[in-house]
Structure formats: structure tokens, C-alpha cells
């Protein structure tokens, strides 16, 4: 079956700093993927929907600035946490979307700010 | 709006024994409806999709579930559970055709003990 990646699996950072997460299709191409969050022992939410070559789409109440992301390619797509705080610690999935609309999920990277 | 909800937070049973986790949704127009296995600290794997067609779907692991229109219901069931199974259970609703995002419901964890 179709593999998505992510990298880091694991990222610590401090406070006010930015990390980047990516997330790749290995075996397909995508023109669409998604970045999901999830809090401990809680749902997915929708963050944003991301188009190869175009803006992405923010979920209500998510800010665009502050998560941005960028689908350069058709087999990638990074999230970056600008100026992080602890309250952004959270794990973070992307799904990528295959040209029959099969959606494949990540294994996910837990972020944790300090 | 459309939404997910997942009856049980948490479903304690024996191996060998029979499990349902159930799941209702609420939309306005056509679904199509997943489930989806977490591991700890892992991805989301499809367990099994409803399109359309037969409302009894088969998916893997020996799990099944069954679409119900008039009870917007799609419960998920194992005729006899492992203790592999334990794991954290998610429902989903696609938002619009296939391939568009997911909309989960918080989840059920499913713990299976000797």
C-alpha cells in the first residue's frame, strides 16, 4: 500500500522558536494532503488543507501565520510552528491523497515545546 | 454541520469475547464513513471504508461494520477480539466526496485483557 511519511517523529524545541515538520508521499503523488492535530488522549482536528502549488486552506480558528505550510512539491508538504509555546505541544498527523482519492495518514510527529 | 460521535470512551473486554464500538453521524447529505486503529505514539490505519453498496462492510483484522441510513449509525464490530486489539478506535465522516478531509469522532479505546 501507498506509504506517507513524516520527519521528525520526535521534536523538542524551546520556546520561540520555529520547528518545520514534513510529511511525504513516498510512492505516489499528491496534489492534496492534510494536517490534522491531535491532543493527548483526544481527536483528530483539521488544521488546514494543503494544495500542491496553491495557498493552503485554514480550519476556523487556526492561524495561518503562526502554522505555516508550504506544498512545494507533489510528494511534499511542511508545517512549520513559528515562534512556538508550549501550548502548541501537540502531535500532528498529515494525510496525502492519491490520484484515486484514497487518503493514507502519517505516522504522526509529537512536538514538544518547552 | 456534519459530526461524528463515538458512544464509548472507553470498551473494557476479554479475549476471545465479541466487542462493538459504536459510532452515529450527523449529515445533511451523502457520507461516506471510515474506521480508522492508533496505535501508541503511531499513525492511523484504515480499518475499513463505507462508499457505497452493501452496507456490511468487511475490513481487516476480522473487523466488519454495518451502515444504517435510517439510524445514522456505522458500528463497528469483532466477532472475537486479541489482545493486539487494543488500541484507540476512530470514526470518520468525510465532508464532502471521497478524498475530501476527515471528521472524527473523539475516539474509543478498546482494551482487551486475558
Known amino acids: 500500500g501507498a506509504v506517507v511519511s513524516q520527519h521528525p517523529s520526535w521534536v523538542i524545541c524551546k520556546s520561540g522558536t520555529s520547528v518545520k515538520i514534513e510529511c511525504r508521499s513516498l510512492?505516489?503523488?499528491?496534489?492534496?494532503m492534510f494536517w490534522y492535530r491531535q491532543f493527548p488522549k483526544q481527536s483528530l482536528m483539521l488544521m488546514a488543507t494543503?494544495?500542491?502549488?496553491?495557498?493552503?486552506?485554514?480550519e476556523q480558528g487556526v492561524e495561518k501565520d503562526k502554522f505555516l505550510i508550504n506544498h512545494a512539491s507533489l510528494t511534499l508538504s511542511t508545517l512549520t510552528v513559528t515562534s512556538a509555546h508550549p501550548e502548541d505541544s501537540s502531535f500532528y498527523i498529515c494525510?496525502?491523497?492519491?490520484?484515486?482519492?484514497?487518503?493514507?495518514f502519517g505516522p504522526g510527529t509529537r512536538l514538544t515545546v518547552t | 454541520a456534519q459530526s461524528v460521535t463515538q458512544l464509548d470512551s472507553q470498551v473494557p473486554v476479554f479475549e476471545e469475547a465479541p466487542v462493538e464500538l459504536r459510532c452515529n453521524y450527523s449529515?445533511?447529505?451523502?457520507?461516506?464513513l471510515f474506521w480508522y486503529v492508533q496505535y501508541p505514539n503511531q499513525g492511523l490505519q484504515l480499518l475499513l471504508k463505507?462508499?457505497?453498496?452493501?452496507?456490511l462492510v468487511k475490513g481487516i483484522n476480522g473487523f466488519e461494520a454495518e451502515f444504517n441510513k435510517s439510524q445514522t449509525s456505522f458500528h463497528l464490530r469483532k466477532p472475537s477480539v486479541h489482545i493486539s486489539d487494543t488500541a484507540e478506535y476512530f470514526c470518520?465522516?468525510?465532508?464532502?466526496?471521497?478524498?475530501?478531509?476527515?471528521?472524527f469522532g473523539k475516539g474509543t479505546t478498546l482494551s482487551v485483557s486475558s
Open positions: 494525510s496525502a491523497r492519491d490520484p484515486s482519492y484514497e487518503q493514507y
Open positions: 510512492d505516489f503523488q499528491a496534489t492534496t
Open positions: 494543503s494544495n500542491e502549488g496553491s495557498k493552503a486552506t485554514y
Open positions: 449529515s445533511s447529505v451523502s457520507v461516506y
Open positions: 463505507y462508499l457505497s453498496g452493501s452496507t
Open positions: 470518520a465522516l468525510s465532508r464532502g466526496q471521497a478524498g475530501t478531509a476527515l471528521i
